[in-house]
C-alpha cells in the first residue's frame, strides 16, 4: 500500500524523469530485436523493419505505460463512488434525509466559523497589528479611564517601550457649505496617530507636531468617503478650505477607503469605516492641571516589548507624575490592553459559546447520521456477506462504506454552504449594529476549507464505526439467517441506543443553554430602565463655537427651541440634555459636599449632566422629591441642581437631600460656589443590564450652557411624525445647524439588547435542530427495534397480551433511552454553567426552573417520537407476524 | 509465427511473474526468455509487456533498477519482491485451480 503510493507521488512528481527512463528502456528492447534479427543473418535495414513490426506504436506503448503507472487508484475510487451513488440513488428518503440534516449542520457551523474567521481570526486591518495597544488609566474609582492629555505628553517625552504613541478624542463637527449641513463624526488626534497605526494617506499628510499647538489646529484630514461623497474625489482637494463648526479649515490630507477607526470608549464610535473627519489635537491651557480625563492612548510597541513589560514601565512613569502633580496624578494606574482584545474581546466569548453549541449540533448530526447507517448496514447485511463471501477483502468493504458515507458528507457540506451562504446573511442582519468587525464577515476561503474539512471529519466520524461494523459480518450468518436476532445485530443495538443517549444529552445541554438565553433576554426586555422608550423622538444637536460664542446665546437657542418643540400639536413634552440614555456618555467630576470630608487620599466623584426643565418629563424619569427645573433657574439666579436617586443613597443615606449643598469648587467661600439641590429623580439604568445607576447629578443648561445637546420629544402618537416638525423647528432658528441622529428611543434601547437577542436566537435554533435530530435518532432505534420483535410481540398478543401492555413496553423502551441521557445532559450542563455565566442575566447558569423544564420537555419528545413505533407495535396482528417466521 | 497465442493480461502477469523467479531480467530478455520456454507458442508483445512491468511495478510486485546489460548497454533490470513472491505462488495456484477445471470440463463434454 504504501509502496504504491510512494509509486504514485514519485510518477507524479518525477514525471520527465520517468519519461525519460522509459523511452531509453524502450530503446534498449529495439535494438536488442534489430541485434537479434542480424544475428540470423537479415541485413539491417530489414532487420530494423521487422522490429519495427514487432514493437506496435511506440507512442502507443508509452501511453500504455503511463496508465499503468497510477490511475489505478482513481480509478478504484470511481468504481466506489459509481456504486455509492447507485447506493444513494436507489435509497432517496434515507439519502435526502442524511443530506439535509447533515447540509443543515454543517452548514451552521460554517456559518458561526465565518463569524469567528471574520471578528476574531482575521487580522485587525493595521500592519503588525498584534504590536498595537490601548493606553487607558486606572484607579480605585475609575477602573478604566480615559487620560489626562498633560499626563499623555509626559508618557510620550518619558516612555521606551513604544515606538509611537498617540491621543484621541471624540469630536464631531459639523460641515456647512457643501449642500445640507451635516454632522459627522470627528476625532481630535495628536500628530502620528495614522503612524502609530501603521497607515498612511492616499494624499496629502498627516499632522505634524506644529498643529498641536493652540492657534494652529485648522487643519483638517478627511475620510475617502467624505472625499467622495461632498468633494467628488477632486485629486486637487490638498489645500482646499472647508467650512467646518463654521470655520475655516484646510484639508492637509485624504486618508485611503478602509481605514478603520480602532473603537473608542469614551463618546465611543464604534470600530469600523465610521469617522470621517480628524483634526489636530491641540494642547493648551495650564500644565499643572491634570484633573480631566478625555483623550485615549493607542500605542504602537517597539518589537520585542510586550504590553505587559509597557505597562510595567508606564506605571513607573505614572508613580513619578504623581510625585510631582500630587493633586491630579497620585492615585492611577496604567492600563496596556492589546487593541485586540480591546475591539473582539467583549464579543468572544459569546461567539466561542456560539461555536461550541454548534458544534454540539454536529456531533449529534454525526452520531444520528451514524445511527442511520447502522439501521441500514443490517438491512444491507446480505449484500455485504455477498461480497464478503465473493472474496472481497474487508478493507475493500469498509473502504466501500466509507466511500458512501464521505459522498454522503460532501453532499451534506456543498449544501450546507449554500445554507452558510444564506445563513451569514441574515446573521450579520441580526447581529448589533455596533458589533465589531461586521463587516468582515464573508463566506470566504477559509470558511470553504472549514468546511471541506468539516465534511471530511464528518464523514469519517459518523461512517467509520458502522463500516467496520458491517465489515465484521459473518458471511455464513448473513447468508443464512435473515437479519433479525443476530448477534452482531444485538451489539448493534447496544452501541445505537448509546448513541440515541448521547444526542439525547448532548441535546439537553443545548436546550439547556437555550433556556438561560431566553430567560435572559425575557429580565432584559422586562426591565425596568427608569425612563419610558416608547413614543420618544431623539436627535442631537451641536452648537458651533463661532456663533454661539456665549453661554447665554447658546441657553437662550435652546429655551427657544423647546417653547417652539413644545408648543407643536402632538408633542407632550419636549426636553434637552447633554445625553441619552445607554450612549456611552460618561462624565465625571470631583465634588465637596457641605458638612462631609471624604476620606483621606479619596474624593467624592459623580457623574454629571445638564438638562432643561422639560427634560425628566420628556424623558419619562420619575420625581421622587422635591422639583424640577424651571425656567426661573438661569444664570445668575441661585445655583440648582438635581441628583439621582443612587447619588441620594451614596452622600446623604437616609437624609432629606432637598436643601442640602455641594459645589465643584474645593474650596467653596461664596453662596454661588455652591449649588442647592432642588429635586432627586429616579435612577436609569447605565446600561440596560446594569444592576443600578451610577450616582448623578443634573445642572440646569440654563446656569451651565452646553453646546452639543440631545433632544427628547415625548409625542402622543407615532414619533416618526414629528421629525420632520423637529427639523423645521431648528431651521427656523438657525438654518445653518444640522439635526443627527434622528432616532426613536425604543430602537435605540432595542440595539442595545440585541446582543443577548443574538445570542438567544442562535442557541434557540441550535437547540431546535439538536432535539429534532435528536427525536429522529430516537425514532430510528425504537422502530427498529419494534421492526426486530415483532415476532415477539405477535407471539405475546397471541398468549393474551393486551395492546397497551406492547404500548407501554415500548414506551419504556424508549424512556430508557432517555432519561439516562437527560440525565447525562443535565450533568454536562452543570459543569459546563461557569462557560456561560457571563452571558446571563438575572439567571443562575444552574436555573432550576430551566433545567426541570428541559428535562420533562426532553422526556416529552422522546416518548413523542417513540409513540408511532409503539402505535405499531401494539397494532400486531399476531397470525402475519408468527407465519412469516 | 501462426501458432503464437494473444494472451490476457492476467496470464501476462503470471508469466512475468514466473520468468523473474531465477533473478532480475530486462524487458527484452523476459520477452525472449517466454517465447523460448513456451517453445515458441507464447510471446508477449512489447505493447503489453512494459505497461505490465510497470503496472507490476507499482503494485510493489516487482521492483526495478538500472544495470549493466551484457553488451555493456544501460538496461532497466526488473525482480521480484517478496510480495511479488507470494503473489506468483497465489496466482500459479489460482491458474492451476482453473486450468484443470477447464480441463475437467472439455473432457466431461
Known amino acids: 500500500m504504501l509502496d504504491d503510493l510512494r509509486y504514485r507521488v514519485r510518477a507524479l512528481f518525477h514525471r520527465n524523469e520517468l519519461e525519460i527512463d522509459l523511452d531509453e528502456e524502450l530503446h534498449f528492447h529495439f535494438d536488442r530485436e534489430v541485434q537479434k534479427h542480424i544475428a540470423r543473418g537479415m541485413s539491417q535495414e530489414e532487420a530494423r523493419r521487422m522490429a519495427r513490426m514487432a514493437f506496435g506504436g511506440h507512442e502507443q506503448v508509452k501511453e500504455d505505460c503511463r496508465e499503468a503507472r497510477g490511475t489505478n487508484f482513481i480509478e478504484l475510487t470511481m468504481d466506489d463512488a459509481k456504486y455509492a451513488i447507485r447506493q444513494l440513488i436507489g435509497n432517496p428518503t434515507f439519502s435526502i434525509i442524511m443530506i439535509l440534516t447533515l447540509a443543515l449542520s454543517i452548514g451552521a457551523n460554517s456559518a458561526i466559523f465565518s463569524v469567528i474567521n471574520g471578528v476574531l481570526l482575521k487580522r485587525l486591518p493595521y500592519p503588525e497589528a498584534d504590536r498595537l495597544v490601548r493606553v487607558f488609566l486606572s484607579s480605585h474609582e475609575f477602573p478604566k479611564f480615559p487620560l489626562n492629555p498633560w499626563d499623555f ?28 449641513p451635516v454632522k459627522l463624526n470627528g476625532f481630535g488626534i495628536t500628530s502620528g496617530y495614522f503612524r502609530v497605526l501603521g497607515l498612511q494617506p492616499e494624499l496629502g499628510r498627516e499632522f505634524d507636531f506644529q498643529s498641536e499647538i493652540p492657534g494652529n489646529g485648522l487643519q483638517v484630514i478627511i475620510s475617502d468617503r467624505l472625499w467622495h461623497s461632498s468633494f467628488g474625489a477632486d485629486p486637487g482637494i490638498i489645500g482646499r478650505k472647508i467650512t467646518m463648526n463654521m470655520q475655516p479649515f484646510t484639508i492637509i490630507g485624504v486618508m485611503p477607503a478602509g481605514t478603520e477607526h480602532p473603537g473608542n470608549e469614551y463618546h465611543s464610535v464604534a470600530y469600523g469605516e465610521s469617522v470621517d473627519v480628524w483634526w489636530p489635537f491641540s494642547f493648551g491651557g495650564n500644565s499643572n492641571q491634570r484633573g480631566s480625563h478625555f483623550i485615549e492612548g493607542i500605542g504602537r510597541l517597539k518589537s520585542g516589548v510586550t504590553a505587559q513589560q509597557a ?33 473582539v474581546g467583549a464579543s468572544r466569548q459569546m461567539l466561542l459559546v456560539l461555536l461550541g453549541a454548534v458544534g454540539i449540533v ?66 450579520v442582519a441580526l447581529l448589533p449594529s455596533d458589533f465589531p468587525r461586521a463587516n468582515d464577515i464573508h463566506v470566504s476561503w477559509p470558511v470553504l476549507l472549514f468546511t471541506l474539512a468539516v465534511s471530511l471529519a464528518t464523514g469519517i466520524l459518523f461512517g467509520l464505526v458502522p463500516a467496520l461494523q458491517a465489515s465484521r459480518t459473518d458471511p455464513k450468518d448473513g447468508l443464512q439467517k435473515s437479519t433479525r436476532g443476530t448477534t452482531a445485530g444485538k451489539h448493534q443495538n447496544r452501541l445505537r441506543s448509546a448513541l440515541v443517549m448521547a444526542e439525547v444529552g448532548l441535546a439537553s445541554v443545548l436546550l439547556i443553554g437555550a433556556g438561560l438565553m431566553l430567560r435572559t433576554f425575557l429580565n432584559l426586555i422586562h426591565l425596568d430602565p427608569g425612563f419610558k422608550q416608547d413614543h420618544l423622538l431623539t436627535a442631537t444637536l451641536s452648537l458651533p463655537n463661532a456663533q454661539y460664542k456665549k453661554g447665554e446665546q447658546i441657553a437662550n437657542f435652546y429655551e427657544r427651541l423647546m417653547a417652539s418643540l413644545t ?31 471624604p476620606a483621606p487620599g479619596e474624593g467624592f466623584h459623580t457623574r454629571y449632566h445638564m438638562a432643561t426643565p422639560g427634560y425628566f418629563k420628556a424623558m419619562g424619569i420619575p420625581l421622587l422629591h422635591g422639583r424640577f427645573f424651571t425656567d426661573a433657574d438661569k444664570d445668575g439666579s441661585p445655583g440648582v441642581a438635581i441628583i439621582n436617586h443612587a447619588m441620594a443613597q451614596k452622600y446623604w443615606p437616609g437624609q432629606d437631600v432637598i436643601g442640602k449643598r455641594m459645589s465643584f469648587h474645593d474650596d467653596p467661600q461664596k453662596d454661588s460656589d455652591w449649588l ?21 447629578y443634573w445642572w440646569s443648561e440654563n446656569q451651565a450652557p452646553q453646546r452639543d445637546m440631545s433632544v427628547a420629544l415625548r409625542t402622543t402618537s407615532d414619533p ?55 427525536a429522529m435518532g430516537a425514532y430510528g432505534v425504537i422502530s427498529y427495534t419494534v421492526g426486530q420483535r415483532s415476532s415477539e410481540f405477535g407471539l405475546r398478543v397471541a398468549l393474551g397480551a393486551q395492546r397497551g401492555d406492547l404500548l407501554r413496553m415500548v414506551l419504556a423502551q424508549s424512556a430508557k433511552l432517555a432519561v439516562p441521557g437527560t440525565l447525562i445532559g443535565v450533568i454536562l450542563a452543570l459543569s459546563l454553567s461557569r462557560v456561560v455565566r457571563g452571558l446571563v442575566y438575572n439567571v443562575s447558569p444552574t436555573d432550576p426552573l430551566v433545567i426541570t423544564a428541559v428535562v420533562l420537555l426532553v422526556l416529552f419528545i422522546a416518548l413523542l417520537a417513540s409513540y408511532m413505533p409503539a402505535r405499531r407495535a401494539a397494532s400486531i396482528d399476531p397470525m402475519t407476524t408468527l407465519r412469516t417466521e | ?33 517466454v517465447q523460448q520456454v513456451s517453445s515458441e507458442v507464447l510471446s508477449i508483445q512489447q505493447g503489453s509487456l512494459y505497461p505490465a512491468l510497470h503496472r507490476l511495478e507499482r503494485r510493489g510486485w516487482i521492483k526495478a533498477r538500472w544495470g549493466t546489460s551484457d553488451n555493456n548497454r544501460r538496461a532497466k533490470y526488473y525482480e521480484l519482491t517478496r510480495t511479488g513472491h507470494k503473489q506468483l505462488e497465489a496466482e500459479t495456484e489460482a491458474w492451476r485451480k482453473l486450468s484443470t477445471a477447464v480441463e475437467q470440463v472439455l473432457e466431461g463434454a
Open chain 1, 153 to 180: 505628553l509626559d508618557f510620550r517625552a518619558r516612555n521606551h517601550s513604544f515606538e509611537s504613541i498617540a491621543a484621541f478624542t471624540r469630536g464631531d463637527v459639523q460641515l456647512s457649505g457643501e449642500g445640507e
Open chain 1, 311 to 343: 505597562r510595567s514601565e508606564m506605571n513607573t512613569i505614572m508613580a513619578q507624575l504623581g510625585r510631582e502633580h500630587p493633586d491630579g496624578d497620585a492615585g492611577w494606574s496604567v492600563l496596556v490592553i492589546p487593541l485586540y482584545n480591546e475591539v
Open chain 1, 362 to 427: 454536529l456531533l449529534i448530526a454525526c452520531a444520528n447520521a451514524a445511527n442511520l447507517l447502522m439501521a441500514r448496514a443490517s438491512a444491507r447485511q446480505r449484500e455485504i456477506a455477498v461480497r464478503l463471501a465473493m472474496g472481497a477483502p474487508r478493507l475493500r468493504v469498509v473502504r466501500q462504506l466509507l466511500t458512501e458515507s464521505l459522498l454522503l458528507s460532501f453532499l451534506g457540506g456543498a449544501l450546507g454552504l449554500l445554507f452558510a451562504f444564506a445563513g451569514v446573511r441574515a446573521l
Open chain 1, 567 to 597: 408648543a407643536l400639536p402632538g408633542v407632550e413634552s419636549a426636553g434637552a440634555g447633554s445625553d441619552l440614555p445607554w450612549t456611552g456618555y460618561d462624565e465625571n467630576t470631583g465634588l465637596t459636599i457641605e458638612g462631609r470630608k
Open chain 1, 676 to 696: 442647592r439641590i432642588v429635586g432627586v429623580v429616579g435612577d436609569v439604568k447605565d446600561q440596560p443590564n446594569s444592576p443600578g445607576a451610577e450616582p448623578a
Open chain 1, 720 to 774: 416618526r411624525q414629528a421629525i420632520d416638525e423637529l427639523r423645521q423647528a431648528v431651521r427656523q432658528l438657525d438654518p445653518g445647524l444640522a439635526v443627527a441622529d434622528v432616532k426613536l428611543m425604543n430602537e435605540l434601547a432595542d440595539s442595545s439588547i440585541s446582543t443577548p437577542r443574538f445570542t438567544f436566537v442562535l442557541v434557540g435554533l441550535f437547540a431546535g435542530l439538536a432535539i429534532v435530530l435528536a
Open chain 2, 1 to 33: 509465427m501462426t501458432g503464437r497465442i494473444e494472451l490476457p493480461q492476467g496470464t501476462v502477469d503470471l508469466l512475468i511473474l514466473r520468468t523473474l523467479v531465477t533473478g532480475a531480467q530486462h524487458g527484452w530478455a523476459i520477452s525472449e526468455r
